[in-house]
Every structure is written in C-alpha cells, then in structure tokens.
C-alpha cells in the first residue's frame, strides 16, 4: 500500500492570519497530475473537551452563542491548547474557568480527532473528568456562559437528536457513554 | 435562559475565497462588550460521510493522502455537498465516486453535526447504508483513493485507537456501531 504524499507544492503564500488562525494558499501539483490550488486553514491552538461527570450521573454542559454558526449551542466544556502545552494541562485549565469544576481522575475518550482535514489541520484530544468539586468559574471575554446538569443518558440523547450540534462535544457523549454504561 | 446573541458585529470584510472556503474578518464587540475581531471561514459545501456497511458485516472504507494534515488518512467515503443538493443525494453520489458501491438502505446517523464551530460553519451529515452492490468507482482529481474492508468492529477499534483520525469518520463508526451492537 502505498502512503506517501501524492501532492506536490510549487508554492505556498500567507493570505491572513489573526490570533487563531492563519490560511494560506498552495499552488500544487493534484494527485491527477493537473495544477491546482490548495487553501489551507492552520489552527494556532489544539482544541480539547472534556466530559465532567458527577457522582450521581449527570454533566455538566456549557452554553454559548456561536459566533461562526450564529446559534446558541449547548457544548461539553471545550477551549484551546496552545502546542506547547499538553492537553491534559489545557483540558483542566478550561474546564476550571468555564465551570469552576476541579476533576480528580482523567481518562481520554479515543485518540487524536482531526475535526475538518478537508480545510484546516485543527486537531482535538477528548477527556472523561470524574471525582468532580466545585469551585469558581472565571470565563474569557469572548465566552458568556450558561451551566446545565443532565443525566449523561440524556445527554447523549440530546447528541443524537441534533439538539446538541457541536461535533466534538457528540463524540465526546457517545464515547463517554459507551465507557460508562457499554451502550451509549 | 437566554439565548440570544451577544455579539454585535460593526463591520465585515471578505479576505480570500477559492472554491470551496471564504474567509472573512469581522470587527465586533465581543460578549464582554469590549472591541474585538472574528476571523469566520465560511464553506461553500456542508460535508457527508456514509458508513457502507457489508452483508457479512465489513465496512468499506477509503484511504487517502490529507495534504492539510500531510497525513495518509483511513475515512468512511466523505464528500462535499453544495447547498442546494440533499445530503442524502450527495452521500449516494459520493459512495458511488469513491467506491462503486449503490445501497438500498440509507439511515441517518444522528443529527446535523457542527464540525469545527469555533472557525468554521462547517456543518455534516453521517448515514449509513446497507444492501451493498458493487459497480465501478470514478474518484474526483483530487482523491487517489485505496479501499480496504474491515469488520465494522475492527474499525471501531481503529477510531478508538487513534488510527482512524478523522472526526467525522471517528463518530460515524461509533455511531453505527451503536445501532448494530448496543455496545460500539
């Protein structure tokens, strides 16, 4: 089987970059052997998520309005993992200051996800945080967040109906369910 | 609960487009109500992806080299489907492209997923499908594609581990498991 890289670059050119992101377009040589371009979306953070389950069964889910979607959206705590940081580490930190939870144990949910490889090279780490205590959320400006518990069965519900949209936070729930119960 | 957005955008510049991304930048204030940007990547196709699933219990799935990744890639068969097509019309078209497979039975799993809302407004839908025949496959210019059949829980197996990594491609199987085992 042969793996290796069928593209070839020609070129490649910086078209913007904010605190976030940088896209950049390539001009390349296609599988095929026709020139084509090739717009690329590099993410300057990991995403991670983590699934806080409590002791009597329910999660915590987080809300906020999506600025990209312009929906309100219901979303296991996620945020940004800067590269030089593990994810683990970030995966504390952003539950911390989104709920003000502390978690005793960590487990991951499945491996390395890549959320949209047709356009960006954005890559997630997914946790099940339980041994959960409450302290103080203290969230970012860009984030007004709403808190709700839910049964985690409920939950996943949610995800496969479609009232939960958000990809990593389903996976996220069908993982975590499937750990706890062998249904999810 | 509200619900409502927070966000005010004051004004919004387009900063690249090809054919299959825009992105823009718009100034806005932020939830905090201090000033800020959002970089928005808009696509011009929502995404679907088709777990073809086998009589005898395999699964196809389709191998290629990701050049946003530079990472040879394991995926359920995934296209893109322009706006005015129903994603249930472009995953047979895509399923036929990339493996020469018609089904009889299609199944939506799960909702619309949101793949990357903190970007992007990508959006997704997964199927899967059953009463498999084989004709010829036609992949785009783009795709130089391998095919492989493995059991559906070999493959779960595989997205679990982190040899699948595909976000889209990770949840389909899980999902599909979900319905055929009870367990995934």
Known sequence: MDESNPWQTLSSREIYQN???TVREDAVIRPDGNAGIYGVVSMKNRAVGVVPLHDD??????????????????EIPEGGCPFDEQPLEAARRELLEETGLRAQNWVQLGGEIH??????????????????TQGDAAPEGTEELAIRRVPLDR?????????ITDGLSVLALVLAARLYTGSG
């Not at 960006?120 to 339980?130: H, I, K, M, N, V």
């Open 19 to 21: 605190p976030w992101i």
């Open 57 to 74: 069964g329910t999660i915590t889910l987080v809300g906020q309005f999506r600025y990209t979607m312009n929906e309100y959206s219901w």
């Open 115 to 132: 959320l949209s490889n047709s356009v960006s090279d954005e890559r997630g780490t997914l946790f099940l945080a339980t041994g959960l």
């Open 155 to 163: 939950a996943v519900e949610m995800a496969l109906a479609g009232e």
